[in-house]
């Protein structure tokens, strides 16, 4: 069973700071996503990435893969109270889609004003 | 298009009660994921179907988990016999067969066994 782990687990920082949040494989990925959640809700995509060393950009939100494809990160500027959530990332080992997504157990991130 | 739904929203049983969940997926997507995320962890991978054949099933939690997309369209997910550990959100996602584009997920139904 391929494992997906995310750090932190619980992130909290004040409004106008910058956060790093990680996703660790040991496994390689043939693509990998980001989502956000709230309470209640499903998951909703951020992004995709599928190139090793890919960065995109999605406003104040930046994500890298690895080179490997074996890891990736979520880099958040200025981050506001609209940015709240459970950041999770998603990893397809297998193109073809067989074995679905592997989700990390999220990061929750609050952001205070 | 209004995305991914699913039907109920809340579901509230007896133990030993069977239940069973609806979801329609964005028409063009020919892919169907189910999912059950409990509370604190990351969505667990249940089974998918491309159209209306289930391609992985080994997934599923126990022969107690059944899923069907009859016209390749809607698909259901029955659970008999529930238990307390079903307690959980069961989330159901389309999307296109190729790596570059994510799921759509819906809402999820939240089911609470007791």
């Known amino acids: 069973t391929q494992l997906l782990e995310q750090s932190p687990q619980f992130l909290s920082i004040q409004e106008g700071e910058n956060l790093t949040v990680y996703c660790n494989s040991s496994s390689v990925f043939s693509s990998l996503q980001w989502y956000r959640q709230e309470p209640g809700e499903g998951p909703v995509l951020l992004v995709t990435v599928v190139t090793g060393g890919e960065v995109k950009k999605l406003k104040r939100l930046t994500f890298q893969f690895g080179d490997a494809r074996k890891d990736s990160s979520l880099h958040i500027t200025a981050a506001q109270p609209g940015d709240t959530g459970l950041y999770l990332c998603?990893?397809?080992?297998?193109?073809?889609?067989?074995?679905?997504?592997?989700f990390g157990k999220g990061t929750h991130l609050i952001i205070q004003p | 298009d209004t995305g991914v739904s699913q039907d109920p929203r809340h579901k509230i049983t007896k133990r030993g009660q069977n239940v069973t969940f609806r979801c329609d997926p964005i028409s063009e997507h020919n892919r169907l994921y189910w999912y059950r995320q409990t509370l604190g962890q990351g969505p667990e991978f249940l089974t998918y179907f491309q159209n209306e054949a289930q391609l992985e099933k080994s997934r599923l939690l126990s022969d107690r988990f059944s899923a069907e997309r009859p016209k390749g369209s809607f698909s259901t997910l029955e659970i008999q016999r529930t238990e307390q550990g079903d307690s959980a959100m069961y989330l159901c996602?389309?999307?296109?067969?190729?790596?570059?584009?994510?799921?759509?997920f819906g809402s999820g139904t939240r089911l609470t066994v007791v």
């Open positions: 996602a389309s999307s296109f067969p190729d790596r570059f584009y994510g799921y759509t």
């Open positions: 998603a990893g397809a080992f297998s193109g073809g889609g067989a074995d679905g997504l592997t």
